[in-house]
């Protein structure tokens, strides 16, 4: 359960939770990279299924390496910028991520 919706009732319980949070994050941190592409694209998928079942659109926010690593997937799974559009506000950012975000094919926002 998210922790934004979780209620505690104590604060060992709340401890705890966040203590088993940590220890499933240490254990995907260990996994070999080819599982964690596999996690990633599975989890991808189910996003953007779910969204279009739901009759909403997806975007992908783009800014830094983290996000231009996912742009980078989600093409490579196939996604169309129709599908999947990229945005961003560009201007905040390095001359040489800008470059970036436009051979992605980013939708600049002011």
């Given at each position: ?75 490579s799974m196939g996604y169309t910028p129709e599908q999947i559009?990229?945005?961003s506000a560009s201007t905040l950012e390095d001359v040489s ?6 051979e992605l094919g980013c939708i600049n926002v002011k």
């Amino acid at each position: 359960m998210d922790e934004g919706r979780k209620s505690f009732n104590t604060i060992e319980e709340y401890k705890e939770f966040k203590m088993e949070k940590h220890r499933t994050m240490v254990q995907r941190q260990m996994l070999p990279y080819d599982v964690k592409v596999r996690m990633s694209k599975i989890r991808i998928r189910d996003f953007y299924e779910e969204a279009i079942a739901r009759g909403k659109n997806c975007h992908v926010s783009v800014g830094g390496l983290d996000s231009i690593t996912l742009a980078y997937l989600i093409r490579s799974m196939g996604y169309t910028p129709e599908q999947i559009p990229f945005v961003s506000a560009s201007t905040l950012e390095d001359v040489s991520i800008q470059k970036v975000h436009k051979e992605l094919g980013c939708i600049n926002v002011k």
